[in-house]
């Protein structure tokens, strides 16, 4: 079987301890979570840390709760499967519920923290591969190497950002809390992803995720996530659109936000679609046009599985869907009932 | 009392749904795999693997990696050099590359250390020098490559074998016909992808004995090129299979890895293990050969077949494999479904730059079963004739030999096609469902085991000896493999029924070549046809004896006797009986030490032209399926509603492992016609060797499966029984095909169908696919009151 390397194994009991050894052994060492996506990466020579620090005995970044003024707050260290299961969750914000019960499979969800997947490594079909392998292809930029194998001439590394959980929680306009030795800061989880396959998050390294706020104001947005994989169960995304819409008493669209996963390095905001849902019913005639913004800024490349044309296609049908599922379904509080699939 | 099994109203195991005897072993975690054996002082292997697919090698220095602490051994080609293959015709294989790679993955050298960190640090200190060639990475590539081989010893550049043949007058059928219809068709190659990885583990005594064991279907085989490479007689090798965790054919070879360790073993006197990762698995293959093919088939106006002819176009991979076999197996069944009176089939395999292709359930059957039947629905559709009447008008009749001269027995078909079509609602739905949502038909054959071993000899196939115990217990001893779909339970259930015992009763012992009489191994769906009536021979052999002491000691004639509920008694005067331990005592008193034999050997088939030895077999097993799915306009997506499946078995030895055999190859067939597809870069690195992106269903993909069972009592088969782990994948394929078209209107002609190509034919911008230009060999004639008579039973 593939092996995994030796590493220290370090314990803090703090965020602000495990930050300060993030910081103090610099590049050698990583933050591991649930471990579901670094043990494998490490058995396949793409993370290779010589210090894993881990936030296991930490309890600063857990807990689920709701505070009145303030919103919902999701501990980065909860599971995907507790954060699919909670009750707020699932009744305020099925798309949450959906994209953190949609993430592999349910062993993987019951280790698998939410931190760990609105965090996770970009993707490339290139990239997740075995040492042995990308040394028979050649090495790339994201390891080892000095070319995108995905487009040559490309400067930046194309790897998809494959986390099912962030566009859900950009849509919702979430807020991410980050600790370090020097203390903490709140920014908007929006600001926190790059177009870089490599460098794909603006923040410090040593910098970690305690947890996000789902604002008071996004209670009562209709919420959903639709997902585009070959099969039901087990696979990364390779298309997903997470869609918020507030209505107003009268039926117009007040506010909306679109968000595509899978497409880009960074979950991709469709920044026209407010302009065409925006004051008036969501009817189909501003359904088709936000579609068609959406599929337009979609640019899929032929690195994940599904023909890139294909995903670029579907763009169009998902989001298509997702609003439709908010303006027929969703007559309650947000949205429909079940999580959508 | 037949030959065949004892002539009954009714059984007394056989037909019962018992658990397998292997199964609480498995459930409680008991079983012991290969990579569970731990052995003192025992070394770790890895291979070295050429990440060039095709390159001369200049030179291997392997010194850096010796200096390695922890490393006691490394070999190369040249420890190794004597070729070997599967097939006694084909041996281009090397269990080291000696100076050419040919895939990547290839192995070049074996390290052998204390554990496997070390060995694989050893293999970056192990310096190749490579001199890369161009890949040859397709079908077309490899026919119009002539000045670039991938092989010297065959003729044709890179052709490993191209046949031909006419079956009939098919220009006459062709002349007859008032339609003829024509397509090309595509079916990807996919692999097994068995949960458990090839593993092998070898010991090297100071008695100078070798011992494998190894994850294989085939320790024959194995055993055979053991002593060839390494240059031992086969009594000083014992080979013994370990529970199989999946084969599929993928374990049916053997290999670089097997041959590696034992290698390493001699050298080191040391045991050695290796356990191949996931990656390595893609690597090693031998699974489904991507096939182009095209098909020319002639019909009367009510659909009645008046000829077909036939083309193939195997993509072989880097080696020969089971490659010989395979091309032939592409154009032998076509015959056995409808009646064909004429059929002309050419066919060619070639060698390319990736892991070699081999055999993979219902090998080198399912794809022109796809192509045919796909037509067939195609033909019928334009007729305007209900695909399953037109089917059913045509079945091949019992006791009747086909065109290319195979024999077939029994034969259920008939009643598989009415029994699924019933239960389905076919009539109702077919052409009737709403936009989306589709029905699709198709019906297939497979073979109950090969006819012919795979090196010429007179011997058995399969061999088994059975020993009766003091205190009543029964052990059998036979070669062949448990893979997974209950050979040993088998085993004890044939001899349990024989003997009046139930399976607790009896212990099983196979797969060790010291121990158990030779069973060729498990593939081409043998097993139970073969051991099953070896086994009934055996026990048969040892009745006899027990019966003459019985019928003193009871004072009735021995003709008058039977075995049941654990007794020898009077089948007239039941209460007139003694215990089966009492009576083996008896009898060992007697006779001395009881024991007995028995073996089995295929019947001959007319066909006696060459290439006649693939297709033949005691008895061809029959399936027919209905899919009903539904499909997005939108997205092309595929959902699988329900599988409806029947299958002619002979006779049920089990249903529920009957049953379980047909949905496991309902699955199989769902993946490949879905989603699974071994694929390669422009380099001829695979794209996705492993588990997460090779897309193959799980159990939330798998949809309600309808099994219906059909008996007919098959005359060659233990108790009736045929085959039932292979033949049920076949028709499942090109009915979700039809299913499709019934759906959105679309022909997709290759496999698999997914969602991309659907929207791609609902735009009609699908391409059809297409298949080379290539001259083959001028064809072999024959045709039927040609060749041997042979008597309806072996």
Redesign the interface.
């Known amino acids: 079987m593939l092996r995994l390397p030796d590493f220290t194994y370090i314990r803090p009991r703090t965020l602000a301890a495990a930050s300060s050894a993030l910081e103090e052994l610099g590049a050698e060492a990583m933050a591991v979570a649930g471990g579901t996506d670094v043990y494998p990466k490490m058995k396949r020579g793409q993370f290779t840390p010589r210090y894993l620090v881990s936030l296991g005995q930490v309890e600063e970044h857990r807990g689920l709760r709701r505070e009145e003024g303030r919103g919902l707050w999701v501990g980065a260290g909860e599971t995907l499967s507790a954060v699919a299961g909670h009750e707020v969750v699932r009744r305020e914000f099925p798309a949450l519920a959906a994209a953190a019960g949609l993430v592999s499979t349910l062993q993987l969800r019951n280790a698998g923290t939410i931190g760990g997947n609105l965090f996770v490594d970009t993707r490339c079909n290139y990239y997740d591969q075995s040492f042995f392998w990308r040394q028979a292809v050649g090495f790339c930029l994201k390891k080892d190497g000095d070319i995108c194998l995905v487009a040559p001439k490309s400067r930046v590394c194309l790897a998809i950002c494959s986390s099912d959980t962030a566009p859900v929680l950009s849509s919702l306009g979430a807020e991410a809390v980050l600790v370090s030795g020097q203390g903490s800061r709140q920014v908007p989880l929006d600001t926190l992803y790059r177009d870089d396959g490599i460098d794909y998050l603006a923040k410090r390294p040593e910098e970690l995720l305690q947890g996000v706020w789902i604002p008071e104001a996004s209670f009562g947005w209709r919420n959903v996530y639709l997902k585009l994989r070959r099969r039901g169960s087990f696979d990364f995304p390779v298309l997903g659109v997470a869609a918020a819409l507030r209505m107003s008493a009268t039926g117009t669209c007040d506010a909306a936000k679109v968000v595509l996963t899978a497409v880009a390095s960074a979950p991709k905001v469709v920044e026209d679609a407010p302009r065409v849902l925006c004051g008036r019913p969501v009817d189909t005639a501003s359904i088709e046009e936000a579609a068609e913004l959406a599929m337009r800024v979609s640019h899929p490349l032929d690195n994940a599985d599904m023909d890139y044309w294909y995903r670029k296609r579907m763009t169009r049908v998902y989001v298509t869907r997702a609003l439709r599922q908010l303006t027929t379904a969703g007559e309650t509080a947000g949205g429909p009932e079940a999580a959508p699939a | 009392m037949s030959e065949n099994g004892t002539k009954k109203r009714s059984f007394s195991v056989i037909g019962s749904s018992l658990p397998r005897i292997d199964g609480p072993a498995k459930c409680a975690g008991d079983t012991r795999y290969a990579d569970d054996i731990v052995m003192p002082r025992m070394l770790f292997c890895r291979l070295l693997?050429s990440?060039?697919a095709h390159a001369l090698i200049h030179d291997v220095s392997t010194r850096r990696a010796l200096e390695l602490p922890g490393v006691h051994a490394v070999v190369t080609g040249e420890d190794v050099p004597t070729k070997f293959g599967i097939m006694p015709s084909t041996q281009d294989e090397e269990a080291l590359a000696v100076d050419k790679v040919r895939y990547?993955g290839d192995p070049v050298a074996a390290v052998a250390a204390v554990s496997?960190?070390a060995a694989?640090e050893a293999l970056r200190l192990i310096d190749v020098d490579y001199e890369v060639l161009d890949p040859i990475l397709s079908i077309e590539g490899a026919i119009e490559a002539e000045d670039h081989r991938i092989h010297t010893w065959n003729r044709r550049a890179n052709i490993q074998k191209a046949v031909s043949f006419e079956f009939g007058e098919v220009d006459a059928g062709f002349e007859e016909a008032d339609e003829i219809f024509e397509g090309t068709y595509f079916f990807q190659g996919n692999t097994h992808l068995p949960m458990e990885?090839y593993c092998a583990l070898a010991t090297y005594t100071p008695d100078g004995k070798l011992t494998l064991w190894s994850s294989t279907q085939t320790p024959h085989y194995v055993h055979r090129a053991l002593s060839r490479v390494l240059d031992l007689p086969m009594g000083r090798i014992r080979v013994i299979a370990t529970p199989v965790g999946g084969g599929f054919g993928g374990k049916s070879d053997p290999f670089s890895h097997e041959i590696a360790v034992a290698k390493l073993a001699m050298i080191t006197g040391r045991p050695v293990k290796i356990?191949l990762?996931r990656?390595e698995s893609f690597y090693v293959h031998r699974g489904r050969h991507p096939v182009k093919m095209w098909m020319r088939t002639g019909v009367k106006r009510d659909g009645t077949l008046t000829g077909m002819w036939f083309r193939s176009f195997l993509d072989g991979g880097g080696y020969s494999s089971y490659g010989l076999a395979t091309v032939y197996y592409t154009g032998a069944l076509q015959t056995v479904t409808y009646k064909l009176p004429s059929y002309k089939f050419e066919g060619v395999r070639v060698f390319t730059n990736k892991p070699p292709c081999g055999p993979k359930r219902g090998h080198g059957t399912p794809q022109p079963r796809f192509a045919m039947e796909v037509q067939l629905d195609e033909i019928a559709e334009k007729l305007g004739l209900d695909p399953v009447e037109m089917r059913l008008k045509q079945v091949v009749e019992p006791d009747s030999v086909t065109v290319n001269g195979l024999r077939v027995s029994t034969i259920g078909l008939r009643e598989c096609i009415e029994k699924v079509a019933e239960r389905s609602g076919w009539k109702d739905k077919h052409r009737s469902l709403p936009r989306g949502h589709g029905i699709g038909f198709a019906a297939s054959s497979y073979i109950s085991g090969a006819g012919l071993p795979i090196y010429w000899n007179d011997m058995p196939h399969s061999g088994v000896q059975i020993r009766a115990d003091r205190g009543g217990g029964v052990t059998v001893f036979c070669g062949s493999t448990d893979i997974g779909q209950g050979s040993d339970s088998i085993l004890a259930f044939a001899v349990a029924e024989e003997l009046g015992l139930q399976p607790d009763d009896v212990r099983v012992f196979t797969a060790d070549t010291d121990l158990t009489p030779v069973d060729l191994g498990s593939y081409s769906s043998r097993v139970t046809v073969m051991t099953g009536n070896a086994a009934i021979q055996a026990c048969g052999s040892l009745r006899e004896r027990l019966f003459e002491v019985a019928a003193e000691v009871l004072e009735v004639p021995a003709d008058d006797l039977e075995m049941e509920e654990g007794r020898v008694r009077s089948r007239s005067l039941p209460e007139r009986g003694l215990g089966f331990a009492e009576c083996v005592e008896r009898a060992e008193a007697r006779f001395g030490t009881l024991g007995a034999t028995g073996s089995y050997r295929p019947p001959r088939h007319p066909g006696d032209y060459k290439g006649a030895g693939v297709g033949p077999t005691p008895s061809y097993s029959y399936s027919a399926a209905v899919v009903e799915l539904h499909c997005d306009g939108?997205?092309?997506e595929i959902h699988i509603d329900k599988v409806w499946i029947a299958h002619d078995c002979g006779r049920a030895f089990n249903p529920l492992w009957v049953q379980g055999q047909v949905e496991g190859s309902v699955y199989m067939a769902l993946g490949e016609v879905l989603?699974e597809e071994q694929i390669f870069?422009k380099?001829g690195?695979?794209?996705?060797?492993?588990i997460?992106?090779y897309?193959s269903?799980?159990t939330?993909?798998t949809p309600p499966i309808e099994t219906i069972l059909v008996e007919t009592d098959d005359p060659e088969g233990p108790f009736g029984a045929k085959e039932a782990g292979q033949g049920p994948l076949l028709p499942v394929i090109p009915a979700v095909s039809n299913a499709v078209y019934d759906a959105v209107g679309v022909r997709i002609h290759e496999i698999p169908v997914?969602?991309?190509k659907i929207?791609r034919a609902l735009d009609q911008r699908l391409k059809e696919p297409t298949v080379p230009d290539f001259a083959f060999p001028t064809p072999i004639r024959w045709a039927p009151g040609q060749g041997v008579e042979v008597p309806q039973k072996s």
Do not use: A, C, F, Y
């Open positions: 693997r990440p060039h990547v496997e960190d694989e990885q356990t990762n990656e939108d997205t092309g989603m870069r380099s690195v695979h794209k996705i060797p492993s997460l992106e897309k269903p799980t939330l993909e997914t969602p991309d929207l």
